[in-house]
Structures are given as structure tokens and as C-alpha cells.
């Protein structure tokens, strides 16, 4: 059973820094990709960041490119989000995301951690 456990978020003024974690485990991740995504108060949730487990490839949303930097250990099957230079608008429930890699006419395996509070004041 795939378990996705994140921790990191918090309180931060803008301008501020926080790192987002989270581990995965359940079975072997090589053809996936993992990463997180954010729902503001009354918002949909959207993409933040993505990565790729075989290659490190990466994708970052607009709103975010430049000010965080998404990675990952293979040995620990974690991925982290590093968030500088926060914003109130980066203020939303971050959800770690995982999803198998197929082809379009495949069904995908998706995961969803549990979603973590990250909230910038002005």
C-alpha cells in the first residue's frame, strides 16, 4: 500500500523560507513522478512542482518558477520542496502528489498525501 507522509509546513512572514517533505513508501517509484501541488481558500488546486523519479526531470507552475526548487533522494524515496521568497498568495493546503508514468491510453496510478498548512502573512 503506497503511504505518502508529508511535514515542513507552517507560518512564515513573506519574504520568508519554508521546506516541504515528503516520503513515500509501498513499492519501487523508478517509472513515477512525485511532487506537490497547493489549493488556496476557495480555490481548485493546481499543480506546484513535479519531478521525475528516473531522471530528476522537473515542471514548475508559473506562479512559482524562480522561488522554489524542487529535488529528491532516491535512498530515502523523498521528495522536498524548497519555497523562498514566500507570498500571501502562496498561502493554500500543499498536497504531496504521486503518479505512475503510462501511456495516454493507460490507466495512472495516483496517490495523494494528506496535505500540509502553509501560511504567509503580509
Known amino acids: 500500500q503506497v503511504q505518502l507522509v508529508e511535514s515542513g509546513g507552517g507560518v512564515v512572514q513573506a519574504g520568508g523560507s519554508l521546506r516541504l517533505s515528503c516520503a513515500a513508501s509501498g513499492r519501487t517509484f523508478s517509472n513515477y513522478a512525485m511532487g506537490w501541488f497547493r489549493q488556496p481558500p476557495g480555490k481548485e488546486r493546481g499543480v506546484v512542482a513535479m519531478?521525475?523519479?528516473?531522471?530528476?526531470?522537473?515542471y514548475y507552475g508559473d506562479s512559482v518558477k524562480g522561488r522554489f526548487t524542487i529535488s529528491r533522494d532516491n535512498t530515502k524515496d523523498t521528495v522536498y520542496l524548497q519555497m523562498n521568497n514566500l507570498k500571501p498568495e502562496d498561502t493554500a493546503v500543499y498536497y504531496c502528489?504521486?503518479?505512475?508514468?503510462?501511456?495516454?491510453?493507460?490507466?495512472?496510478?495516483?496517490?495523494w498525501g494528506q496535505g500540509t498548512q502553509v501560511t504567509v502573512s503580509s
Open positions: 502528489h504521486l503518479h505512475s508514468i503510462v501511456p495516454p491510453t493507460a490507466t495512472r496510478d495516483d496517490f
Open positions: 519531478i521525475r523519479w528516473s531522471d530528476g526531470g522537473t
